[in-house]
């Protein structure tokens, strides 16, 4: 069965300082890694995806992610962190048992601190 | 744009009452989703719709049912609900037709209370 999982319920970092949000796959095929981040009372808002070719990706708002396939990892990293990018992190793979549909990590809280 | 825009925002039901939860896009996606959101668990997928006119049970679909109305619209039902079904939802949204890997639009979820 595929999973998603993001074993930090909470990462905490000092502003300036780089940060990584960390998120290991299980699937029985090719990985499709999506993050995603939420704000409060918002829905989630699309970062990064990881399909194939390099594995260093670059997001949206400075985030990158590294695409580690003998780790089944894919870790969330920023080289600067700013207290706006307080937020929760989710983590998730495509599914191949439900059409397009995601299947997501429990979230990693993000905190920044000035 | 609006995107993917949920209604109602907050709701307060009773143990045994129904409602139907409303999406509608914007953007001509293809496919949609219904998400549920709990403290700890992430998001499980309850159904979707890879087009208009079809329909599948997602991870989590006891208790729901859906109609996608036409391209626009995905609508969740609760026929009785249930003080388990507390939750945020979610109503998300993707263009397929460029690929299969594209990324999913959200709503801002509709905060269900059952009492």
């Known amino acids: 069965a595929q999973s998603v999982a993001q074993p930090e319920d909470q990462v905490n970092v000092a502003e300036g300082n780089p940060l990584t949000v960390k998120c290991t796959y299980s699937v029985s095929g090719n990985p499709y890694l999506f993050w995603y981040v939420q704000y409060p009372n918002r829905g989630l808002q699309f970062l990064l995806k990881?399909?194939?070719?390099?594995?260093l990706v670059k997001g949206s708002y400075g985030f990158e992610a590294e695409f580690n396939k003998s780790q089944t990892s894919f870790h969330l990293k920023k080289p600067s962190a700013l207290v706006s990018d307080s937020a929760l992190y989710f983590c998730?793979?495509?599914?191949?048992?439900?059409?397009?549909?995601?299947?997501f990590g429990k979230g990693t809280t993000l905190s920044v601190s000035s | 744009n609006a995107g993917v825009t949920q209604t109602p925002k907050f709701q307060v039901l009773k143990t045994g009452q129904s409602m139907t939860l409303q999406c509608a896009q914007d953007?001509?996606?293809?496919?949609m989703y219904w998400y549920r959101q709990d403290p700890g668990m992430g998001l499980r997928l309850i159904y979707y719709?890879?087009?208009?006119?079809?329909?599948d049970k997602g991870e989590v679909p006891n208790g729901y049912n859906v109609s996608r109305l036409n391209k626009r619209e995905f609508s969740l039902r609760l026929e009785s609900a249930a003080p388990s079904q507390t939750s945020v939802y979610f109503c998300?949204?993707?263009?397929?037709?460029?690929?299969?890997?594209?990324?999913?639009?959200f709503g801002d979820g509709t905060r269900l209370s059952i009492l």
């Open positions: 953007m001509n996606h293809n496919s």
């Open positions: 990881y399909i194939t070719g390099d594995n």
């Open positions: 998730a793979v495509r599914s191949y048992q439900a059409g397009t549909a995601l299947i």
């Open positions: 719709s890879a087009s208009e006119g079809t329909t």
């Open positions: 998300a949204s993707s263009e397929q037709g460029q690929g299969p890997n594209q990324p999913q639009h």
